[in-house]
Every structure is written in structure tokens, then in C-alpha cells.
């Protein structure tokens, strides 16, 4: 029987590059609660996705010479290959260039415009490319962006805004009057505090200077900006406006919205003014995490220092990996993640406490009655608090995982593991075997061990479900009454006469020093500088078709609409020409100025935001990413060849 319905969400993610075990800590809490929900019996939806507007995303696909959506294709490929090694059992997936997405964002402008809660107005303030966001002179932190610590830009343009300053005091009374709503209960003190009670200023929900993303419907010039188009995701995926019934009367409210701390603001005083505005219920709770530091600070690509899981999963086990990142780090705060600290989580709880039970257990009973599992007998004094430990364990980690206390959840699971080793060492098994007077006695430490295992295995579904699977192979064990949930509030459920088998061990102990040793070689090796492959091979006749020219910049200036391009005067020979290049964060325009470059001389011209480009120049990009133009010292009209 049902219990209802779950509607959890991750964020999603800005696909410009690879995903980190960053990314990873939150989709595996997201899959975890959404298996935990099924499997007690809920109907859930587990949302996902990729946000792929913007102007970063624009920038990057232009300098891999692609189109956004040529380059996005193969990123968001990448992460969907991802999250079937981490076996995340999403069930929907959503990408913000998917069609039915960008019809329903236009309709919700459309909605807030009609009803007066989006105006157009003219923007001026500074800028944070790599964010996506706008701050003031006030927010910044040492006059960069107080979030990601780059440098910001001055922008001015014309731009439609929504009122968030008309929900200010719904905003305030809603945390006022629903503390559960945002978790840890530090956030609402941050969002009160630092944010709506200063006082809010209207949201720029549009932009002009690019056209990466979804157009406003009613100006042409105009694509709307990245958080009325990614926040609404929660609800475009579940048909909403176009279908009001389904799965949108289904599932909305969502239970949850798991994001990083980074992005709380956006997600409750942006995303609850904008459901206000549409006179939607809001979500019942989201929850900000912390983040997975390392030694030195928090993971980043240009630092060089991120977290490959797929690494982790191929030497560990995906289990072992999605075990540590629940157990390890209490959700809500931030966390320090080092190889020593997971492999010596791995040796404690799963070689040592859960591995080694299950290894040692199985063996007694194949040593002691031929692999087959005897019916109870005779009872000892520790049965029955073992028996109580084992059977009433749900109950805490139901209110755990309510909680989305992770790591309290999975003690729970590791109080019963624990008591059912300590049970072993209280039996003594090995001394009760030396007298058959005791046989009896000895079956019933046996019957009662292998039930706790099935206990265990069937808690720890929601998290580990290789490794319980794992355990009913050896113990004997197939999907049924024996291993549904219902199951885990009842002892002597395992059925007599089982014959079990002893397999590989489920966690192998791991020699910690030898493999750091193996583990910083492989860092050392990853850090040896790589460089794209050789395209496929072309013939002398193919090169002969590219005319390569000596040019000379006469004159250079800024792009009037993208910022990330010059529009330069070149003398080629007895030739003049124009060509727009992406070059604008590398170089100022009066510093090029009589520099000798290298044209692509025949390139069929086109036309880059409106100017016509004859042309393209050639350059060179380095690991920090810094474009250098490659430049000859001979007359300009020279051939390159």
C-alpha cells in the first residue's frame, strides 16, 4: 500500500565542465532518500538535470569553436554516463534546452508580465559572468564576486526585471512562520538577515548583451535570464503551465530541494517570490548542504585540484564511495575529504564491522553444520537483546532519514552490525562447538546470526544495494517476503535449512599505506601535462586549400554587442579587412595594435552579432586558459606555409 507521494530534487547543474565528487555528494543524499522513500513505500519522483543557458556556456562553446548546444550535447552526455556509474535512479531528467522547457518558461514570463510582476527598465551594476549573477558595490567581498571571488564587470543594459521587492514581507513572514523550511535553521537567520530585512531590489530577468538562451516572447532582443529559466525546471518537468493535473497535482509541492549552500538564496527568496507571484504553493522544505573541501579549500577546475569519482569507484566499489560520502560528513556542514580518511572508513566499517560478519558468520556455519542454517533452539541470555536491537532499528532510521541525517541514519544500521559482532564474542560459537551438549545452544547463535544479517542487509538497501544483494547471494537469500521492508520489524524471518555459500570477501581490507603510495602516483601521472589529440590525418591536397597570411592590426575596438569580442582592422598586402575575434578578456584593444598575426585568409566570411567577419585569426591556448595570438615578423600579405 502507498504512503503517498515524494518529490525530491537536486540542483542542476551548470554543465561548462566535468563534474566533481562535489557535484556527486549531492545527487548520491538525493538518490538515497528517493530509494529510502520507494523502498518503505512511497511514490516518488526523483528530478534532475542540467542547466544550459547563459552567458558562460555561450563563451566556452565559442572557443572550442562549437555551438552551444554542439558542445553541450557531449557534456551533458558525460554526466549522464556519470550517473549510471554512480547507478543514481533518477526518474527524470531534465535539460533546460529541451523544448518542452523553453515553451513553459516563455508562458511563465508571459503570466508574470500580464499580471504586472515583470517590468522593462534599464540595468546598471556589476556583473559576475561565472555566476550568472548581479551584485552591488556592497556585496562584494574585497570589490570581487562574494561567491566564486572573481572579478566582476561594470554592465549597463536594457533589461526586464521581476518585483522581487513586492515580496519582501510575504518572503519574511514565511520564515517567520515556518521555521522547517529551509535547513540547517542557520540559513533562515542568513537569508533573514543578510538579505530580505536590508531590503530586497527587483531581479533582472532578462539580458540582451548575449542570445544564448530562451527568447522573451515579446522582444526579440531580450533571452531570459538564468534564474527564472533554471529555477522553474521543478516545475516545467512536471508540465506545469501547459498541465496543471497529472504529474504536477501528483507531486508539487516538492518535498525537498537539496542544493549546495552556495545557491540557497536563489532557491528560497528568488524561487518562493517567483511561486508567490504564480500563486503556487511553495516547496516543504530545501535543504543547503555544505560543502566536500579538500586540504586548502574548496574543489575547483582551475585550481586543479577536483575529485574524479569515477577514479574512486573503479579501485573502491560505487557502494563503498556513496557509503563514505553519507557516513563521513554530517549533511549541512562542510566537510575535509582526504584518501586517508576514506580508506580508513572503508577498513573500519566495511572491511572490519560489516565485512568481517558476514565472512565470519558464514564460516561458522559451514564449519559447524555443513553450510546449512539450523532452526532455533535452545536460547541464550543475549538473544533477546539482540532480537531487540535488530528489530526496532527501523524506527530510528526512519526518523533519521526524515531528517535527511544521513550519517545518523547509517549509525543506526551500524549500531545493529555492531551488536550483532559484539553477540558473537558474548556466544563464543567456537567454545559452544567443543561440546556437543551444547549443540543446541550453538544453533541458535547460528539461526540467530544469519537473521541478523538479513536484517542488515535490507536496512542497508537504500544505500549500499550491490552489497545487499551481495549478502543474500552468500546467505541464501532471493527477493521476497523474507527480504521486503516489512521485514525489517520482525525476527526469525530467515527460512531453516538454507544452504549458504561463502564468497569473496565484500570488502577487501585495504593496506592503507601501500595504497596512499599507489594513489599519489596516479596524481603525479594525472598531473603530467596532457594535450589534445592529433585530429585525423589530411592530405597535402586538403592543407593547400587553407590560405594562411601575414596580417598587421591597424586597429582594434570593442564588439558593441558581446563583451568577449574585438572587432579588428587588418592590413593583409594591398588587401583591408575585418575580423571579429574572441580575444576580449586576453587582450586590450590599444595594446594589438600594430601587431603581425596569422589570418585564415580564405574562410568563408560571415556575420558574429551583426559585423561581418573576413576572416579568422590564429592563437594558442594554455592550461590557464590564456589565449596568445600567434604572430610572424614579416610583411604583412606574406604566405604561411
Known sequence: ?????????????????????????????????????????????????TDEHGQKIQNVANELGKTPKEFLDVVVDEIKSLWQTMEISYDHFIRTTDDYHERRVQALFMTLYNKGDIYKGEYEGLYCTPCESFWTESQLKEGKCPDCGRDVQVTK???????????????????????????????????????????????????????????????????????????????????????????????????????????????????????????????????????????????????????????????????????????????????????????????????????NLVSRSISMVEKYRDGVVPAIGTATEFDADLKQVATKAYLALDKKMDNLDFSGALEEIWKVIRRTNKYIDETMPWALAKDEANASQLDSVLYNLMDNIRLISILIQPFMIHTSRGIWTQIGLVEGEATQWEAVKEANLYPVGTKIEKGESLFPRIDIKAELEVLEEMAAAKNIKEFPPIKPEITIDDFSKIDLRVATILDAKPHPNADKLLILSLKVGNDKRQVVSGIAKHYKPKDIVGKKVIIVANLKPVKLRGELSQGMILAATDDADFLTLVSADIEDGNIVS
Open 1 to 49: 500500500m502507498s504512503k503517498g507521494t515524494y518529490y525530491v530534487t537536486t540542483p542542476i547543474y551548470y554543465p561548462s565542465s566535468k563534474l566533481h565528487i562535489g557535484h556527486t555528494y549531492t545527487t548520491v543524499a538525493a538518490d538515497a532518500i528517493a530509494r529510502y522513500k520507494r523502498v518503505t513505500g512511497y511514490d516518488v519522483m526523483f528530478l534532475t538535470g
Open 157 to 355: 543594459e536594457e533589461a526586464y526585471f521581476f518585483k522581487l521587492s513586492k515580496y519582501q514581507d510575504q518572503l519574511l513572514a514565511l520564515f517567520e512562520n515556518n521555521p522547517d523550511i529551509l535547513e540547517p535553521k542557520s540559513r533562515i537567520n542568513e537569508m533573514v538577515n543578510n538579505f530580505i530585512k536590508p531590503g530586497l531590489e527587483d531581479l533582472c530577468v532578462s539580458r540582451s548583451t548575449f542570445d544564448w538562451g530562451v527568447p522573451v516572447p515579446i522582444d526579440e532582443k531580450h533571452v531570459i535570464y538564468v534564474w527564472l529559466d533554471a529555477l522553474s525546471n521543478y516545475i516545467t518537468a512536471l508540465g506545469y503551465p501547459e498541465v496543471k493535473d497529472g504529474d504536477f497535482a501528483k507531486y508539487w509541492p516538492a518535498d525537498v530541494h537539496l542544493v549546495g549552500k552556495e545557491i540557497v538564496r536563489f532557491h528560497t527568496i528568488i524561487w518562493f517570490a517567483i511561486l508567490m507571484a504564480l500563486e503556487i504553493p511553495v516547496p516543504k522544505k530545501v535543504f543547503g548542504h555544505g560543502w566536500i573541501l579538500l586540504e586548502g579549500g574548496k574543489m575547483s577546475k582551475s585550481k586543479g585540484n577536483i575529485v574524479d569519482p569515477v577514479v574512486l569507484i573503479e579501485r573502491y566499489g560505487v557502494d563503498a564511495l556513496k557509503y563514505f560520502l553519507l557516513r563521513e560528513y554530517t549533511f549541512g556542514q562542510d566537510g575535509i575529504f582526504t584518501n586517508e580518511v576514506l580508506l580508513g572508513r572503508i577498513n573500519s566499517d566495511l572491511a572490519n564491522d560489516l565485512g
